[in-house]
């Protein structure tokens, strides 16, 4: 019988999140299956490389200038018909393309981390092009119809939430699960978190603030909130992560030098669950994969002035669980920080508490699995097909 070989995984390099998630199901299978050949492809890399750099380019500006002309288009978007042109127009991108690397790799499944080629995956299957089943994972904890395709096999997804809100936009529960967002199985090891204080010369006994701004080094006004933080009243440790962002790192270092708190500023961290490991709060955006593994770490979040979209939304949804705040002035900031360093700290223990009750660090784990278990049952019944016809042309 024909056995699971090959998976395609389809993700894009918006930001990190999607490609992460993509990397965290491949590392998850690959752990489960070492025999299997899973790849990692760039979709629109693959497909238009030109307006591929130009798309990401105009992202990361909207959203570290105007965020505000990314909500717009985000909402004017998100309740957007399937059959629409501008619908059927995105989910014929690249379809030429992704339709001869079918052929050429023969997946047995493929996985879709980001909504564009989640849409041409289903417009080839409904056309006949494929049969190969298709699965989609939706990397925040808000809906927008871009990843509702009527072809799609199987969608995972971050929360219950999230699951009611596709169930009444009309998608079939058998084709659901509640998985969480994949995040590397790193963030779901035991730490020795004194090791780690040793490891980056932090005090045990004074409080720690993680200050992200995602792998752009995107988030809203990082500087200001900085040097808030680097002359808090209270005595606390900063660690300031910049991402890709060497314009921001130069800042940040600048800034420090006139620090009355001890400061460490770091440019793109690989090990950053080290870091949220020796932390007792993160200031960060409220990109889905940032607060999974956040919320896998049992991290408390305060959430700063997040993108209009899909950051709101999951903004909103921690807020609702108790594990974060919302500031949205510098102002705020400095009201949560008092709060919840100086005045009330039990807050920070009692949204780590709440945080093991939502969080879901065995996300990749659980995709890997049921994605082996649709494309097998899928290639058991297609050799079984093949089988009945063979016979059925030996007994003419």
Same mark, same amino acid.
């Given at each position: 019988?024909?056995?699971?070989?090959?998976?395609?995984?389809?993700?894009?390099?918006?930001?990190?999140?999607?490609?992460?998630?993509?990397?965290?199901?491949?590392?998850?299978?690959?752990?489960?299956?070492?025999?299997?050949?899973?790849?990692?492809i760039?979709?629109?890399?693959?497909?238009?490389?030109?307006?591929?750099?130009?798309?990401?380019?105009?992202?990361?500006?909207?959203?570290?200038?105007?965020?505000?002309?990314?909500?717009?288009?985000?909402h004017?978007?998100?309740?957007?018909?399937?059959?629409?042109?501008?619908?059927?127009?995105?989910?014929?991108?690249g379809?030429?393309?992704?339709?001869?690397?079918?052929?050429?790799?023969?997946?047995?499944?493929?996985?879709?981390?980001?909504?564009?080629?989640?849409?041409?995956?289903s417009?080839?299957?409904?056309?006949?092009?494929?049969?190969?089943?298709?699965?989609?994972?939706?990397?925040?904890?808000?809906?927008?119809?871009?990843?509702i395709?009527?072809?799609?096999?199987?969608?995972?997804?971050?929360?219950?939430?999230?699951?009611?809100?596709?169930?009444?936009?009309?998608?079939?529960?058998?084709?659901?699960?509640?998985?969480?967002?994949?995040?590397?199985?790193?963030?779901?090891?035991?730490?020795?978190?004194?090791?780690?204080?040793?490891?980056?010369?932090?005090?045990? $006994?004074? %409080?720690?603030? &993680?200050?992200?701004?995602?792998?752009?080094?995107?988030l809203?006004?990082? +500087? !200001?909130?900085? #040097?808030?933080?680097?002359?808090?009243?209270?005595?606390?440790?900063?660690?300031?992560?910049?991402?890709?962002?060497?314009?921001?790192?130069?800042?940040?270092?600048?800034?420090?030098?006139?620090?009355?708190?001890?400061?460490?500023?770091?440019?793109?961290?690989?090990?950053?669950?080290?870091?949220?490991?020796?932390?007792?709060?993160?200031?960060?955006?409220?990109?889905?994969?940032?607060?999974?593994?956040?919320?896998?770490?049992?991290?408390?979040?305060?959430?700063?002035?997040p993108?209009?979209?899909?950051?709101?939304?999951?903004?909103?949804?921690?807020?609702?669980?108790?594990?974060?705040?919302?500031?949205?002035?510098?102002?705020?900031?400095?009201?949560?920080?008092?709060?919840?360093?100086? $005045?009330? %700290?039990?807050? &920070?223990?009692?949204m780590?508490?709440?945080s093991?009750?939502?969080?879901? +660090? !065995?996300?990749? #784990?659980?995709?890997?699995q049921?994605?082996q278990?649709?494309?097998?049952?899928?290639?058991?019944?297609?050799?079984?097909?093949?089988q009945?016809?063979?016979?059925?042309?030996?007994?003419?």
């Amino acid at each position: 019988m024909h056995k699971l070989r090959k998976v395609l995984i389809l993700s894009a390099s918006y930001g990190e999140g999607h490609q992460q998630a993509a990397r965290a199901i491949q590392e998850a299978l690959l752990s489960q299956n070492h025999c299997l050949d899973v790849r990692v492809i760039d979709y629109l890399q693959m497909v238009h490389p030109r307006l591929n750099s130009i798309t990401r380019y105009c992202y990361i500006q909207s959203v570290k200038f105007v965020p505000s002309l990314y909500g717009i288009l985000y909402h004017g978007s998100r309740n957007m018909k399937p059959s629409s042109k501008l619908s059927k127009r995105l989910n014929q991108l690249g379809s030429d393309e992704l339709e001869k690397y079918l052929n050429q790799y023969e997946p047995d499944i493929v996985i879709s981390t980001f909504p564009t080629p989640a849409g041409v995956m289903s417009a080839l299957k409904e056309r006949g092009v494929t049969n190969v089943p298709a699965a989609t994972v939706i990397t925040d904890h808000a809906i927008h119809n871009q990843w509702i395709h009527p072809y799609t096999d199987m969608y995972f997804v971050g929360s219950h939430h999230v699951r009611k809100e596709l169930i009444n936009r009309g998608v079939p529960e058998s084709k659901l699960s509640v998985t969480g967002i994949p995040i590397r199985g790193i963030f779901n090891q035991p730490v020795d978190r004194e090791a780690l204080q040793s490891k980056y010369q932090i005090k045990p $006994e004074l %409080p720690t603030v &993680l200050v992200m701004g995602g792998a752009y080094g995107v988030l809203h006004d990082i +500087p !200001n909130i900085c #040097e808030d933080l680097f002359t808090f009243p209270r005595r606390v440790q900063v660690l300031v992560v910049c991402g890709h962002n060497e314009k921001l790192y130069m800042q940040i270092k600048e800034i420090s030098k006139k620090a009355t708190n001890p400061v460490q500023v770091f440019g793109y961290v690989q090990d950053i669950h080290e870091l949220m490991a020796i932390s007792d709060l993160v200031i960060t955006k409220a990109g889905g994969l940032t607060i999974s593994e956040s919320l896998a770490m049992e991290l408390p979040m305060l959430l700063y002035r997040p993108i209009p979209g899909q950051e709101q939304q999951n903004a909103k949804f921690l807020v609702k669980s108790r594990v974060a705040v919302l500031a949205e002035t510098r102002k705020s900031v400095s009201k949560y920080l008092k709060m919840l360093l100086i $005045e009330r %700290p039990e807050i &920070l223990l009692n949204m780590r508490k709440n945080s093991q009750k939502i969080k879901k +660090p !065995n996300a990749a #784990e659980e995709i890997a699995q049921i994605t082996q278990l649709i494309a097998t049952n899928h290639t058991a019944r297609a050799y079984q097909h093949r089988q009945m016809r063979y016979m059925e042309t030996v007994t003419k």
